[in-house]
């Protein structure tokens, strides 16, 4: 697979703050990508430098098959709303396309699909501003798509929608892959990374602290964790000897074991108190292995 985009040992500081100090990673053709990590630790600014926005202090930044202009190789939703409110909808997407250098009867049949499939058609001619959050994330998410970039950059895309849209994001993120679009996902949502990522990237105080494909990193990890979904109350099961972390949720558990404990006994623990429907020794999820490596500071942040 031939990467697209190649991030070498790139650094960039404000003042003495180091928000970027020595990333590398490749994003590969066809592949989605989720750049990872809490709130400050450096993703932004790798993608501001990744746009142009900024430029790195110092290392380097390649496209596999050096586009004649990046920045129109690029559809690039920012983490902040950059739409003007005034505009209507329409008038909007076809001059953020305009941008790009597309116009034409196929840019206005292209936005008013994308319109259809975002179910903002009827409200085609309203201004943004009097949209809801939501529906203004999803009017800034088709004007990055519009000019069909080689390389989608998304900066916490789901922020401001509500579970079904989330849903509708996902899918088209599904399908995009599927047509072989090439995607950059930042986010700080395990959930929604480990369920469309094929690479990991996790950034911590500016710095690369894990790389690879998720199966790799997860297998890594090793089958240390126990998934347990059950009737009853299951509080007790974080306080239980053997168990390193536990994440108890409603009437499932995903328990962290230290080394070299027994499955058996948190099980035979179990049996009496519970009503098992699933118990199974697994890979640790995504969410669980942020945790580990990052320290339980995260946990405010992953939830």
């Known amino acids: 697979m031939s990467f697209v985009l190649s991030l070498n040992n790139i650094v960039k500081s404000f003042g003495p703050v180091r928000a970027v100090d020595g990333v590398s990673f490749s994003v590969q053709h066809g592949s989605i990508t989720g750049l990872l990590g809490r709130n400050g630790a450096g993703k932004t600014t790798t993608i501001r430098m990744i746009t142009g926005i900024f430029l790195p202090d110092s290392g380097s930044i390649e496209w596999g098959e050096s586009p004649d202009d990046p920045q129109d190789a690029i559809g690039y939703l920012p983490e902040e709303r950059g739409l003007y409110r005034q505009m209507k909808i329409t008038e909007l997407l076809l001059f953020l396309a305009e941008i790009k250098d597309r116009r034409g009867p196929e ?30 994330q999803k009017v800034q ?62 950034i911590h105080h500016g710095k690369v602290i894990l790389d690879g494909t998720l199966n790799a990193i997860r297998s ?77 500071e995260m946990l405010d942040s992953v939830h």
């Open 141 to 202: 998410l088709i004007g990055a798509l519009l000019h069909d970039p080689e390389l989608i950059i998304l900066d916490e895309p789901q922020s401001g929608l509500d579970p079904v849209n989330m849903v509708l994001v996902r899918d088209l993120l599904r399908e995009l892959k599927e047509q072989g679009r090439t995607i950059l996902l930042s986010t700080h949502m395990m959930g929604e990374a480990e369920r469309l990522a094929d690479e990991i990237v996790l």
């Open 220 to 296: 890594s990890f090793g089958k240390n964790t126990l998934h347990i979904e059950y009737e009853g109350d299951g509080s007790f099961l974080q306080a239980l000897p053997g168990v390193k972390r536990a994440a108890v949720v409603n009437h499932s558990a995903e328990l962290i074991l230290v080394d070299g404990a027994d499955p058996q006994r948190i099980l035979e623990a179990s049996v009496g108190r519970l009503r098992i429907r699933k118990f199974e020794l697994a890979v640790p999820s995504l969410e669980q292995i942020f945790i580990e490596k990052v320290g339980a």
């Open 107 to 136: 840019v206005a049949k292209a936005v008013e699909r994308w319109l259809k499939r975002f179910e903002l058609w009827e409200k085609r001619d309203a201004k943004v501003e009097e949209l809801s959050k939501g529906n203004q």
